[in-house]
């Protein structure tokens, strides 16, 4: 069978929503380009589905916030933790310097549909269902395009640049060779639905008790909940069977009740094997990773998506001069690095501190209660607007540069460093408070203890 060749500006792999919004903000500025999606359709359970308040200024800036939300969705502007038997509020949106003071959640599949149609306006964005990356095209040491299968087809995508926006375990990556830096992590976690009653909190909301934890986010009839567990212990769970698995949600979460024997099958769960890795570099000649292609990020604040938009609009600004010119300099994808890696460092620096926490967490197995510690630094004056500053915008947040204004709008750096500051000292509270509590645990278990209460 004959090879089938396409030739285009801009190819870019993975249909998620970096790839999505990548192509339509260069086809909005004439670049050709085509987005390759190994499958189907964008129907895929279990992703991430937060779109928060910096994505909703990108969509309100491109003039599609009124039609995206239009479409069902629900709104969260606030998040909560109960830690033992204590109801905490972590994040306030309600005051973030943006049009939308929310978090708004909606099934992945419905973003993708809404902005892929969008982009299928312009007559430069061709969207490849059903093509599947398999290799990268070389000419010396420059990328010169990508090799996919279509349904048993072979076609060669040539193009001036390629962007890798295929995830965690992205086919471009490591057919780059691309050097990657690994963070240890101890979570993974594991993907569910289960029913929600009227009376439930619409709060995004945290429970953390029993050496556990489980994440309840709202989707208007049901949750999908996530159970955070220690990494690599989704085999002894197992083990243990179905039964247990739904006495330990109804322990953590007891208001769920019989809700949880909607859980009776495996398959009903899905596992997400939590990775925080980034690239050393994220290009090469021909090429640039951005979104979780270039960093792998934790669920932890349901951040991932809206971090890799972000990385499209800083693509997108820096990269559309270039493809017009059909020449595309390795310092200007230098500099997309350069512009996206700061918040990239802090982000996943926020997490594993974050991790620290959880970590200590697993090691009690029994009930807790909150310490002062993390009582104190919920009561510090502001920092449920800072937390709420950090999860929802982020450092250094993209907006979409036109050639009318000149240059991006300039960051907020001070509120982004009181932002940074309050979730970071919300992580080191969490992480000493769960220390603080397991040493007095252990202490009182330990044998001297016992010893001299007798």
Known sequence: MALEVLETGCCVVGGGPAGIMLGYLLARKGVQVAV???HRDFFRDFRGDTVHPSTLEVLNELGLLEGFLDLPHERVESLGVIVGDSLFDVADFRHVPVTCKFVALMPQWDFLNFLSAQAKRFPSFHLLMQHEATDLVRDGERIT???????GRAVQIRADLVVGCDGRHSLTRSASGLEVIEHGVPIDVLWFRIGRAPGDSAQVLGNVNYGKALILINRSDYFQAGLIIAKGSYDEIKAR?????????RQIAPYLGERVNELNDWEQIKILTVQINRLQRWHRPGLLCIGDAA?????????GINLAIQDAVAAANLLI?????????VAALAAVQKRREFPTRV???IQLLAH??????FENPGPIRAPWQLKAAMKIPGVHRAVGYAVGIGALPEHVREEARGRARRVRIPTAVFAGIGIAASAVAFSWAAWKAWNRLTETASPDAIAEKH
């Open 36 to 38: 390759l999606e190994k």
């Open 145 to 151: 395009g990508v090799m996919a299968q279509n349904e």
């Open 241 to 249: 069977g179905i039964d247990a698995l739904r006495a330990d949600i």
């Open 295 to 303: 960093h792998a990020m934790s669920p932890a604040g349901g951040v």
């Open 321 to 329: 001069a270039p493809l017009q010119a059909r020449s595309v300099p």
């Open 347 to 349: 982000t996943q620096a």
């Open 356 to 361: 620290c926490g959880f970590a200590r967490v």
